[in-house]
């Protein structure tokens, strides 16, 4: 019996030495893998429950000449909490509290917000949904609400920032504008994305469910630095006058798309640029950016360029005879025609680009480079047609000047580039070449942005750069200019013409897609030109593609866009000053204002309509009339928050809804 106690006592010993061995075995492992592996397996842990989430930078303003924003970020936040890390003593006192601050500023009611708060801390869940896209203000507000205002931690408050993009001109000018996002980088947004970007911020974020993510503390591991702001060249009220110009011309003739330029003539400014094309419900909107990524045949617009190489080789003046018989001339087995179908009969090579003859131009140029046409291509080339402008936005179209030894060159080359086919230019090209003659042969590119700044400090200048210092001589200009300006006063442009201000161009109209067959003709209207027509200050572009009714001709569907631009910066004090001391006076301009006043006049102490009228005519009327004027958009007028016929109250507010 005693053997035995002592082999159980054995027994013991020997398991309770083995037990010790192993506790110390555990313990020497423990200490080694926290010496020598710690770090590992802390990164492991780490990489586990711990992540480093991008805070993405706020993107720089952009805004137009003035100031104005085109285009801003702005903060939205999704808030959620995790009521399970809150204190049970601190929960049951204030959860009731908590529960009203969201009714007043979400909705619902206070009981429902309760027992939502309360079956999520019941469940476990932490990470119930509040709200999202809340702005900063209501941030702020709620970041001070009862249990959440004790934070991260003590009070379970979860906020997921992020940035939308806005834009108060909404639609207008949006191709320009851009955008950087899913549907691409094109425009200001996209072709200066670096600048805008700004650098992202690290935030750690730590796992508390499944998929489930909350930060760790308030702060952020890096803070993000927000992007340049960009200041535009864009001119927000020629951008206004610009866009519902070309947006009337558009529905008048029922086009499938066309665009408008404004620009500076001395500086290359883009002051407005519109695009427009026709949607599938027949709306039109900013579709593409034609002006700048779209190549065309330019029609008669480029007949000016063919005239001045002839002028410039010494071989061709503008007093110089051409007969262009009765409106026809044979090229190979091809027909030139004229749109008057009688012809001109024997006119010099000004009346040519006068009138706009085809059969004119075309034997003015086939007279002199027939047996050597690279010369005619060379002098083309020389004023640098050929080449793409090199502007900052992404997508420009090609200019394209063929030669002799391409491939597709034919005897019916020469002729047909004379009057601007079988070569191809985007509108932004060729309203650049019509400025460089507006600004007395010096070409200079076009530009989109002054300068990048932060916080109101200059980061970068842009300043106007030179592509070429004289497309030609100072002679071959100065007639150029006068035959300019006797399109609009007695030729093809005449219907343009007004004796009280003072501008120049040429009409262009081009068939399109003329190798289709079976199909209807279609055409491509523009006009180029500058105005005042002395010492010019703006060079404009306008184009409408394929209009379907009420004509085609480019002086009267284009060139109406182009007189309503200029009359209508006239009006606004651009130009007055350096045109005339005297302010132009305009039939039609003081019939409005009339009318206008007439109504004031009629009804000052009633509430006028103003549905119908532009937005910038209908504030001066209403402010006086002594009311306050709140205006919500750019364009006409669609509705008014007082009646029409109410008694008017001094210093009232009223709200003008503007589409």
């Given at each position: 019996?005693?053997?035995?106690k ?6 013991l ?5 083995g037990?010790?061995?192993?506790l ?10 926290q010496?020598n592996?710690g ?6 842990a ?6 480093r989430d991008?805070?993405y ?11 104005s924003?085109l285009a801003?970020s702005?903060s ?7 009521p399970?890390?809150?204190q049970?003593?601190?929960f049951?006192?204030?959860?009731a509290?908590?529960a ?20 999520a ?5 932490r990470?119930?949904?509040i709200?999202r ?6 941030y702020?507000k709620?970041?001070?609400?009862p249990i959440f205002?004790?934070g ?7 906020a997921e920032?992020?940035?939308v993009?806005a834009r108060?001109?909404g639609?207008i000018a949006e191709?320009?504008?851009g955008y950087d996002?899913?549907?691409g980088?094109?425009?200001i ?5 670096k600048?805008?970007?700004?650098k992202?911020?690290?935030r750690?974020?730590q796992k ?7 930060p760790?503390n308030?702060?952020?591991?890096r803070?993000p630095v927000?992007g ?18 070309l947006?009337?011309?558009l529905?008048k003739h ?13 500086s290359?400014d883009?002051l407005?640029?519109?695009n427009?094309?026709r ?10 950016n034609y ?5 065309y045949?330019p029609g008669s617009?480029?007949?000016?360029a063919a005239l ?9 003046d ?9 409106g026809?001339?044979?090229v ?5 025609k ?8 024997k006119?010099?090579a000004?009346?040519v680009i006068?009138?706009?003859s085809n ?5 003015l ?6 047996s050597n046409p690279s ?6 080339r020389?004023?640098d047609?050929?080449k793409?402008?090199g502007l ?19 005897g019916l ?8 086919y079988?070569v191809?230019?985007t ?6 070449f019509?400025?460089a ?6 070409m200079?590119?076009?530009?989109f942005?002054k300068?990048?700044s ?6 970068t200048?842009?300043e ?12 071959t ?8 300006k ?6 093809t442009?005449k219907s343009l013409?007004?004796?009280?201000f003072s501008m120049?161009?040429k009409t ?13 003709r279609a ?14 200050k ?6 409408v593609?394929k209009?379907?009714?009420?004509g ?6 284009a ?7 200029a009359q209508?910066i006239y009006t606004?004090?651009?130009i007055?000053d350096?045109v005339?001391?005297t ?6 301009v003081?019939?409005s ?18 549905i ?8 001066p009327?209403?402010?006086n ?19 029409v ?9 009223i709200?003008?809804?503007?589409a």
């Amino acid at each position: 019996m005693a053997v035995e106690k002592k082999d159980i006592v054995n027994k013991l010993i020997i398991v309770s030495i083995g037990m010790v061995l192993f506790l110390m075995l555990i313990i020497y492992k423990m200490t080694a893998i926290q010496i020598n592996e710690g770090d590992k397996y802390r990164s492991l842990a780490e990489k586990i429950y711990v992540k480093r989430d991008t805070v993405y930078a706020n993107r720089g303003n952009v805004f137009a000449a003035d100031g104005s924003l085109l285009a801003t970020s702005m903060s939205k936040f999704e808030i959620r909490m995790d009521p399970v890390a809150v204190q049970l003593e601190k929960f049951e006192e204030n959860v009731a509290n908590l529960a009203k601050e969201l009714s007043k500023m979400l909705g619902n009611t206070p009981r429902a917000w309760e027992k939502k708060i309360r079956k999520a801390r019941a469940s476990r869940n932490r990470y119930l949904f509040i709200t999202r896209n809340i702005g900063y203000n209501d941030y702020m507000k709620m970041r001070r609400f009862p249990i959440f205002k004790l934070g991260v931690y003590g009070g379970g408050f979860i906020a997921e920032q992020s940035s939308v993009r806005a834009r108060p001109l909404g639609k207008i000018a949006e191709r320009f504008i851009g955008y950087d996002d899913y549907r691409g980088a094109p425009g200001i947004e996209g072709a200066y994305r670096k600048y805008l970007k700004g650098k992202t911020g690290i935030r750690k974020k730590q796992k508390i469910a499944k998929g489930q993510w909350r930060p760790i503390n308030d702060n952020n591991e890096r803070e993000p630095v927000d992007g340049l702001d960009v200041l535009t060249t864009l001119d927000i009220n020629i951008q206004d006058i610009t866009h519902h110009s070309l947006l009337r011309q558009l529905e008048k003739h029922d086009a499938d798309h066309g665009c408008a330029i404004v620009m500076d003539t001395k500086s290359g400014d883009i002051l407005a640029i519109s695009n427009l094309g026709r949607g599938r419900n027949g709306k039109y909107y900013e579709r593409l950016n034609y002006a700048v990524g779209a190549s065309y045949e330019p029609g008669s617009t480029f007949k000016l360029a063919a005239l001045m190489v002839g002028m410039e080789d010494g071989l061709i003046d503008t007093a110089s005879v051409v007969d262009t018989q009765g409106g026809t001339f044979r090229v190979k087995n091809h027909t030139i025609k004229d749109s008057n179908r009688k012809g001109y009969g024997k006119i010099s090579a000004a009346r040519v680009i006068e009138v706009s003859s085809n059969v004119g131009i075309v034997k003015l140029i086939q007279k002199h480079y027939k047996s050597n046409p690279s010369k005619f291509v060379q002098g083309l080339r020389d004023m640098d047609l050929d080449k793409k402008l090199g502007l900052h936005m992404k997508g420009e179209g090609l200019a394209i000047i063929p030669s002799p030894k391409d491939s597709l060159w034919s005897g019916l080359s020469l002729a047909q580039m004379s009057y601007g086919y079988e070569v191809s230019m985007t509108p932004m090209q060729v309203l650049t070449f019509y400025n460089a003659i507006a600004n007395n042969g010096k070409m200079v590119k076009p530009r989109f942005v002054k300068e990048l700044s932060a916080q109101g400090l200059t980061h970068t200048m842009f300043e106007s750069e030179v592509i070429n210092d004289a497309i030609c001589s100072k002679e071959t200009i100065r007639k150029i200019q006068e035959i300019l300006k006797n399109v609009v006063k007695r030729g093809t442009g005449k219907s343009l013409y007004s004796p009280s201000f003072s501008m120049a161009g040429k009409t262009g109209t081009a068939q399109v897609e003329y190798w289709k067959k079976g199909q209807r003709r279609a055409y491509s209207a523009s006009f180029a030109g500058f105005f005042p027509a002395e010492n010019p200050k703006y060079t404009c572009y306008v184009m409408v593609y394929k209009p379907r009714k009420s004509g085609y001709y480019g002086a009267d569907v284009a060139g109406p866009v182009f007189k309503d631009i200029a009359q209508k910066i006239y009006t606004s004090n651009y130009i007055i000053d350096e045109v005339d001391k005297t302010t132009p006076r305009f039939t039609n301009v003081q019939r409005s204002y009339q009318k206008f006043d007439s109504k004031s006049e009629q009804a000052f102490s009633k509430i006028p309509k103003v549905i119908g009228m532009a937005g910038m005519d209908a504030i001066p009327i209403l402010e006086n009339l002594g009311l306050k004027v709140r205006i919500d958009g750019v364009g006409t007028v669609k509705g008014q928050s007082i009646k029409v016929g109410d008694k008017i109250k001094k210093g009232a507010t009223i709200y003008l809804k503007v589409a």
